[in-house]
């Protein structure tokens, strides 16, 4: 299993900003090639934010665009997500993900795992 623990969540006034850390720990089995994080606010679908594979490229969400940087410390099995700028509708539970594969006998399992999730309440 991979086990995602994120924190840096809390309230902030909108213009402001908030720095998301999140720790991904795993049996050596697993491989992580990609780290995400997406959001659900009250009464809407968990929607992808910005994504970072083991390669380097993202992938952002349009409205956050320019706002929202996502980064990824391989080695440690970190991803950040350095938000500026933050507006009301940032606000959020926002959550950690991580697509990894298991490699046996030849073959490739390809698994997706979840964090608990961190508040992100951007006040007007």
């Known amino acids: 299993q991979v086990q995602l623990v994120e924190s840096g969540g809390g309230l902030v006034q909108a213009g402001g900003s908030l720095r998301l850390s999140c720790a991904a720990s795993?049996?050596?089995?697993?491989?992580?090639?990609?780290m995400a994080w997406y959001r659900q606010a009250p009464g809407k679908q968990r929607e992808l934010v910005a994504k970072v594979t083991s390669e380097g490229n993202t992938d952002y969400l349009d409205s956050v665009k320019g706002r929202i940087t996502i980064s990824r410390d391989n080695a440690k099995n970190l991803v950040f997500l350095q938000m500026n700028r933050l507006k009301p509708e940032d606000t959020a539970v926002y959550y950690c993900?991580?697509?990894?594969?298991?490699?046996?006998?030849?073959?490739?399992?390809?698994?997706?795992?979840w964090g608990q999730g961190t508040q992100v309440t951007v006040s007007p």
């Open positions: 993900n991580a697509d990894a594969y298991r490699d046996d006998n030849g073959y490739r399992t390809t698994y997706t795992f």
């Open positions: 795993s049996a050596s089995i697993f491989s992580i090639y990609a």
